[in-house]
């Protein structure tokens, strides 16, 4: 499983910079802050502009961090024999 950078708001790649009127209406902007607003399941957070993420089975974002830690626990856990 491998991880990405998410972009950051008004670079290359990120969403545009809010103006006045507020967010942009560009639809892969839109798209783009959701995954900056989605909740890692693992720290409860948002997972936030420019983040490590990893994408789950079910395409839902973790922060990349959080997996690593979840992954060494469990690694450490199971390793009874
Ligand atoms: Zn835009
Ligand atoms: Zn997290």
Known sequence: MGWYYLPLVGSQYGPCVP????DCKHR?????????RAICKLCGKAIGEG????????HE???ARCEETAEERRR???RND
């Open 19 to 22: 103006n006045e009127f507020g």
């Open 28 to 36: 892969a902007c839109e798209c783009t802050r959701q995954q900056f």
């Open 51 to 58: 983040a490590r993420v990893y994408f789950g089975p079910k």
């Open 61 to 63: 974002l973790t922060h």
């Open 76 to 78: 450490t856990d199971g």
